[in-house]
Every structure is written in structure tokens, then in C-alpha cells.
């Protein structure tokens, strides 16, 4: 995604963008901790709890848990690309729109 910037979180590598957390893996490495929406978190989980999760630790932030090895390579892509979403700037976001509009 672009304007991505690798980095760790609690050890463990991560993603920012504008300097703002976008997704990292826990500590066990099968976890990653993606920016998500807290209005449709329940939902999420509910809908597929073999995937998604959260902890307390999580509860009042706008991530949910991913199991890396029950996600499918597509959802997954959907989720980073939502994440990126959330802290892109409008700018950002139309640049991004544009390069996927224009033929190659």
C-alpha cells in the first residue's frame, strides 16, 4: 500500500501510515493486529469467530485480531487494504483510486 512505512510495535514488526499504527503480528507470529473499524467488529466476529477475535486489552480500539492461518489470502488483502484506508489521507486515497483506474 502506498506511503507505508515499516517498523516493530512491542518487538514484533508492523506497519504504519502517517506515523499511525496499521497493522502488526503478535507476539505468537499467527496473530496479526489490523485497524479495523469498531462499528462493524462485533458483526465481524460474529460472522466468522474462526478468523476474528479481540481481547480486552483491544476492546476500546479500532482493531480486530486475525488468525493468519484460518484467513484466506483475499480477506486478508480486503483488511489491509481497509486498515490503509482508515488512516489515508483524501489525498492519498484518490492518488491511490487514480493508479488503480489507469491502464498499465
Given at each position: 500500500?502506498?506511503?507505508?512505512?515499516?517498523?516493530?510495535?512491542?518487538?514484533?514488526?508492523?506497519?504504519?501510515?502517517?506515523?499511525?499504527?496499521?497493522?502488526?503480528l503478535?507476539?505468537?507470529?499467527?496473530?496479526?493486529?489490523?485497524?479495523?473499524?469498531?462499528?462493524?467488529?462485533?458483526?465481524?466476529?460474529?460472522?466468522?469467530?474462526?478468523?476474528?477475535?479481540?481481547?480486552?486489552?483491544?476492546?476500546?480500539?479500532?482493531?480486530?485480531?486475525?488468525?493468519?492461518?484460518a484467513?484466506?489470502?483475499?480477506?486478508?488483502?480486503?483488511?489491509?487494504?481497509?486498515?490503509?484506508?482508515?488512516?489515508?489521507?483524501?489525498?492519498?486515497?484518490?492518488?491511490?483510486?487514480?493508479?488503480?483506474?489507469?491502464p498499465?
Amino acid at each position: 500500500m502506498p506511503d507505508v512505512e515499516e517498523g516493530l510495535c512491542f518487538g514484533t514488526p508492523a506497519f504504519y501510515l502517517r506515523k499511525k499504527l496499521m497493522l502488526r503480528l503478535r507476539e505468537d507470529g499467527e496473530t496479526l493486529v489490523v485497524k479495523f473499524p469498531l462499528e462493524e467488529r462485533e458483526a465481524t466476529i460474529d460472522r466468522d469467530p474462526d478468523v476474528f477475535s479481540i481481547t480486552d486489552h483491544y476492546r476500546n480500539h479500532p482493531v480486530v485480531l486475525v488468525d493468519l492461518l484460518a484467513v484466506n489470502a483475499e480477506r486478508l488483502g480486503e483488511l489491509i487494504e481497509g486498515a490503509w484506508r482508515m488512516l489515508a489521507s483524501g489525498k492519498q486515497i484518490a492518488a491511490f483510486e487514480r493508479s488503480r483506474d489507469s491502464p498499465d
